[in-house]
């Protein structure tokens, strides 16, 4: 009977583990691909410059703009 319990006891701490391990490594993968995205958005900040009045490069500044608000909103 104390045998049954000390398994039964090892089989939720196993389980209630492997919970855990589920959460963290969604929560690493959800902040590896927030600094990726960050770090895309400030290169990207450093390798455009905009010169002339062509629409096609106001267009990809308001994307990144808008992409580095998002990402600064998302830090929060």
Known sequence: MEHKK???DLKKSIEKFNDFS???KS???DSIEMLWLNAGIQKKKKDI???GN???DHIKR???LL???WSEDLKD
Do not use: G, P
């Open 67 to 69: 992409s580095a608000a």
């Open 54 to 56: 062509n629409s096609n």
């Open 6 to 8: 000390k398994i039964t």
């Open 62 to 64: 308001i994307r990144q």
């Open 27 to 29: 929560s690493l993968v």
């Open 49 to 51: 410059k905009i010169d």
């Open 22 to 24: 589920t959460k963290e």
